[in-house]
């Protein structure tokens, strides 16, 4: 397996040059041209961009990526945003200057109604289209038929290790697309995006269990006292078993999204949980994520349903599905009371989820088991346009002239 190198001059990209974006696209005439590439991720899509292109001042990026996916609005209808929070994601990306690390990933969670840029959580589903991003917009260097990088995830300071295919062509290597993996939550298959997680415990809390507990019990209004599992190996989550909330955990995500009384319930437990997990008041947070648990019903280890953090997921996320499949392997979870998984340290867990199952890879270390030192996973990603973002100028007054 071939190790790339960082393309050269990719640390210092000049900002767009507006004299060449074609007529009708400058300031003048009230909008600014910002190079993107708008990429697949996984389960997820959004613009990516290079961290060159946009301004160092947190305040006016984050009004430029608010106008590129048209929020605040419901239906996002004036911008790139698909109306829902997996279509309402963006991926900044840069050659990093730290030693055994290739480049630096930031991750930016938006919501289509809502005027928040959240950049603390992390995003696996985006995290596997950062390298092919990368070779494509020139930041990085394919260098034989597998390309490697390992990227660091600026939200948490999470290091992948990531792998993408990079035959040679007419004129030089280049990212494939086409493949045989399939992933469940994607039609059709694609080349695969191999990701090996290096370090994932604790990614925003302090620790792999951040209450200190496999299980803590919390009062929830109309129910009454409830198990949880608060965890982190990648994503905050808190796993509740379905059933101690009235429902079997294989409820389709259309019908969980229409139970107003469990979604009250959940936004009640998690509330309290962030509190217990160190994470604060999470009331304008994308985390912790609920995740109800159940029997697996088609094969797999466990059934999860997934909430981001109060619309159900059609599928789960990357870092989700990590954080699941490790409380299933700890003896004492509520996660482990309802899973079917084989012994050992090395094991794979098949998460279900309301669209299929999401396999993960995960090496425990023998003397420590809630010592988790391996979390592999397959991905795949795409590229799905390539050109220029419009920015309305009024949008980013601070701009008008230009980044």
């Known amino acids: 397996m071939d190790h790339a190198t960082p393309a050269a001059g990719g640390t210092d990209i000049p900002a767009p040059d507006t004299e060449q974006v074609p007529a009708g696209t400058r300031p003048a005439t009230g909008q600014l041209a910002i190079p993107c590439w708008f990429m697949r991720g996984g389960t997820s899509k959004g613009p990516f961009f290079r961290a060159a292109d946009l301004p160092g001042d947190v305040r006016t ?28 994601k963006a ?4 050659v990093s200057e730290r030693e055994g690390v290739d480049l630096e990933f930031l991750f930016a969670q938006l919501q289509p109604d809502s005027d928040v840029v959240d950049t603390t959580p992390n995003c696996g589903n985006m995290l596997a289209a950062a390298l092919p991003f990368a070779i494509e917009s020139g930041l990085f260097t394919p260098d034989g038929d597998t390309t490697t990088a390992r ?46 997680f290096l370090d994932t415990a604790g990614s925003v809390c302090d620790s792999l269990l951040p209450t200190g507990n496999l299980r803590d019990t919390v009062e929830v ?9 608060c965890i982190d190996n990648g994503q905050p989550l808190v796993i509740i078993n379905a059933g101690d909330l009235g429902r079997t955990g294989q409820e389709t995500a259309v019908d969980l ?3 107003a009384e469990l ?14 997990m160190g994470l604060g008041d999470v009331t304008g947070k994308n985390y912790p994520k609920m995740t109800l648990v159940s029997p697996p019903a088609h094969g797999g280890a466990i059934s999860t349903r997934s909430f981001i953090p109060h619309v159900c997921h059609e599928s ?26 084989p012994e050992g340290t090395e094991v794979t867990v098949s998460v279900e989820h309301p669209s299929g199952e999401f396999t993960v890879q995960l090496g425990l270390d023998p003397a420590d088991p809630t010592r988790v030192v391996k979390s592999a996973l397959i991905r795949t990603a795409r590229l799905i346009m390539a050109g220029n973002v419009m920015i309305p100028a009024h949008r980013t007054p601070d701009l008008k002239q230009g980044i």
């Not at 990026?61 to 698909?82: E, K, N, T, V, W």
């Not at 991926?91 to 840069?94: A, L, N, Q, T």
């Not at 789960?316 to 599905?321: H, K, P, R, T, W």
Request: aromatic share 2%; hydrophobic share 45%; proline share 6%.
């Open 61 to 88: 990026r984050d009004a430029i990526l608010l106008a590129a996916m048209g929020s605040p609005d419901p239906r996002q209808i004036d911008g790139l945003g698909g109306a829902h929070p997996l279509t309402s």
């Open 257 to 259: 999204n229409k139970d």
């Open 151 to 196: 990227v660091l995830t600026l939200n948490t300071d999470m290091v992948a290790e990531i792998n993408v295919q990079t035959p040679a062509g007419p004129d030089g290597r280049y990212v494939a697309y086409a493949g045989d993996a399939a992933i469940d939550g994607v039609p059709g298959t694609a080349a695969p995006v191999t990701i090996n």
């Open 221 to 229: 209004a109309g129910v009454g006292p409830v198990d949880v599992t």
């Open 316 to 341: 789960i996320g990357v870092l989700a599905a990590v954080t699941a499949a490790t409380a299933a392997t700890l003896k004492g979870t509520v996660a482990h009371d309802v899973a079917v998984l």
């Open 91 to 94: 991926g900044i990306v840069s």
């Open 263 to 276: 979604k009250a319930r959940l936004e009640d437990l998690r509330l309290t949980c962030g509190k217990l």
